[in-house]
């Protein structure tokens, strides 16, 4: 059986202000906003207003297109993309529908390659909130989010897994994030829409859409429902509809909307009310220039600065915030050493206590003081993965921790306790000055119980054999 997947996803940017008008960005601001406070006669849909393009959208999109390794149009052109529907009162969406921003672009995900069909720019419609449910006393309407900025990705159908899907879902919201033009702490909403079919021997079924699956999380569970039913459909000699589906994340599982309807249907026109925005020369070359190291760079950078072996810096960079983390205490610890724990056991602690690395409150000077600890054997790997798990759950200092919880390795004047033993043990002694090699071993089991297991064998062994030889 084959799977074919592509995948339409939106990205809401957090640009300071609206697409086509000058209000405040909602996407951005930590609150939900009181409704219909952030509207302005143009993103209400009222007669005369006139759009104007943002231009912190136009220069996300140039970034992103860029990043994505697609080819820039020379000029962006809007269209207006017809349908009525309460959400946008204008009765039509300002987007991108021939000529797209950037196009011909690809995303490598886990060696492969992923074409990127295209990157446009468009405007998120307003928002329905039904009272009392959907069939309920009726609907209200929030303009608030009328307009909020948003950059479509399309794909090619070229993921052949959900989880393929999922890897690339991840590296680009990881890539916007490098870019500066979408956080995942925000309130920022990343929606991808999946079309999917499925080939077993010459019968292949149709193309399903599979809409509003939000976040990165989602996508592999709405695929993975849709590959079973597609499949048990087939194989029971029936076949796959066309169709457009809704994923219910709380069902798990997919819900027909409605049948599929074709692009015509749109009337899409060119919009007038806005100038051709020039998209070339030296402005291009300023934006290209501007691009941050981005996640491959970062990857190789990792491997040859810092001598981290490929697991670790993928571990460690599949999260900007411990990445910079990581930056921060490897420029004052052992690089290396800082990798496995930064990669180890404090991901593992944060993902067990399901908290960012940011909301954790812990410090990389934190991390510097553990690490020093571990390098001079003061601490031992069991003790260590304690004092991060308390750095994590009470937001401690590991100085205070090791001495609140006595993690430190106990330090012994071996000397001293091997001449009292060596003081009571004579006959032990004596034994193996005549010969007998297995008095040694007698003793230095001795010293070991003594020490409370804290000291070397081998160290106790040398320094026995010295005191009993140089009398
Ligand atoms: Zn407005």
Same mark, same amino acid.
């Given at each position: 059986m084959k799977v074919r997947i592509g995948l339409e996803t939106h990205v809401q940017l957090l640009t300071g202000s609206k697409a086509f008008c000058g209000c405040r960005n909602s996407a951005g601001l930590k609150k939900e906003p009181e409704p219909n406070t952030l509207t302005c006669p143009l993103c209400l849909g009222l007669p005369g207003s006139m759009p104007r393009v943002n231009e912190?959208? /136009?220069?996300?999109?140039? =970034?992103?297109?860029?990043?994505?390794?697609?080819?820039?149009?020379?000029?962006? *052109? @809007?269209?207006?993309k017809s349908y009525f529907y309460p959400d946008q009162s204008r009765n039509y969406q300002i987007t991108q529908h021939e000529a797209p921003l950037g196009g011909n672009g690809f995303l490598e995900v886990d060696g492969k390659r992923i074409r990127i069909r295209r990157v446009h720019m468009e405007e998120d419609p307003g928002r329905l909130v039904?009272?009392?449910?959907?069939?309920?006393?009726?609907?209200?309407?929030? $303009?608030?989010?009328?307009?909020?900025?948003?950059?479509?990705? *399309?794909?090619?159908?070229?993921?052949?897994?959900?989880?393929?899907?999922?890897?690339?879902?991840?590296?680009?919201?990881?890539?916007?994030? $490098?870019?500066? *033009? $979408?956080?995942?702490?925000?309130?920022?909403?990343? =929606?991808?829409?999946?079309?999917?079919?499925?080939?077993?021997?010459?019968?292949?079924?149709?193309?399903?859409?599979?809409?509003?699956?939000?976040? !990165?999380k989602e996508i592999e569970g709405a695929l993975g429902y849709e590959i079973v039913r597609q499949s048990s459909l087939l194989k029971s000699g029936g076949s796959v509809?066309?169709? !457009?589906?809704?994923?219910?994340?709380?069902?798990?599982?997919?819900?027909? /909307?409605?049948?599929?309807?074709?692009e015509e249907e749109y009337g899409y026109i060119t919009e007038p009310d806005l100038t051709v925005v020039e998209v070339r020369?030296?402005?291009?070359?300023?934006?290209? %220039?501007?691009?941050?190291?981005?996640?491959?760079?970062? @990857?190789?950078? @990792?491997? %040859?600065? $810092?001598?981290?072996?490929?697991?670790?810096?993928?571990?460690?960079?599949?999260?900007?915030?411990?990445?910079?983390?990581?930056?921060?205490?490897a420029g004052k610890a052992n690089p290396r050493l800082a990798g496995n724990w930064v990669a180890g056991y404090l991901k593992k602690t944060l993902n067990y206590n399901e908290i960012g690395l940011e909301e954790s409150g812990v410090r990389p000077e934190w991390m510097?003081? /553990?690490?020093?600890?571990? %390098?001079?054997?003061?601490?031992?790997?069991?003790?260590?993965?304690?004092?991060?798990?308390?750095?994590?759950?009470?937001?401690?200092?590991?100085?205070?921790?090791?001495?609140?919880?006595?993690?430190?390795?106990?330090?012994?004047?071996?000397?001293?306790?091997?001449?009292?033993?060596? %003081?009571?043990?004579?006959?032990?002694?004596?034994?193996?000055?005549?010969?007998?090699?297995?008095?040694?071993?007698f003793l230095v089991g001795l010293a070991i119980k003594e020490t409370g297991g804290s000291a070397d064998a081998r160290e106790i062994r040398k320094a026995l054999l010295r005191l009993i030889t140089h009398r």
């Open positions: 912190k959208l /136009l220069g996300a999109g140039v =970034k992103v297109g860029m990043a994505l390794n697609c080819g820039i149009a020379e000029e962006a *052109v @809007f269209s207006r039904h009272v009392g449910g959907l069939r309920g006393e009726g609907v209200l309407v929030d $303009y608030n989010r009328s307009g909020t900025p948003l950059l479509e990705i *399309v794909t090619e159908p070229d993921f052949s897994s959900p989880k393929e899907a999922r890897l690339y879902l991840q590296k680009l919201v990881l890539i916007l994030e $490098y870019l500066g *033009v $979408y956080r995942a702490d925000s309130r920022a909403i990343v =929606k991808s829409d999946a079309n999917i079919s499925l080939q077993t021997g010459p019968k292949g079924g149709s193309r399903v859409e599979v809409k509003n699956i939000t976040g !990165t509809k066309k169709e !457009t589906r809704a994923w219910n994340p709380e069902l798990k599982t997919t819900e027909s /909307l409605r049948g599929k309807e074709e020369g030296d402005a291009l070359k300023k934006i290209k %220039k501007s691009l941050p190291e981005l996640p491959d760079q970062r @990857f190789r950078r @990792f491997l %040859k600065e $810092y001598g981290l072996s490929g697991k670790v810096a993928e571990a460690i960079l599949s999260d900007k915030g411990l990445a910079d983390f990581f930056e921060d205490v510097v003081y /553990l690490l020093g600890l571990l %390098k001079g054997k003061t601490i031992t790997d069991r003790n260590a993965e304690l004092a991060v798990r308390k750095m994590v759950e009470k937001q401690e200092h590991p100085k205070r921790i090791v001495k609140k919880h006595r993690l430190l390795v106990k330090r012994f004047d071996i000397e001293l306790v091997l001449r009292g033993i060596l %003081k009571k043990e004579k006959k032990a002694v004596e034994d193996y000055r005549s010969g007998e090699s297995k008095a040694l071993n």
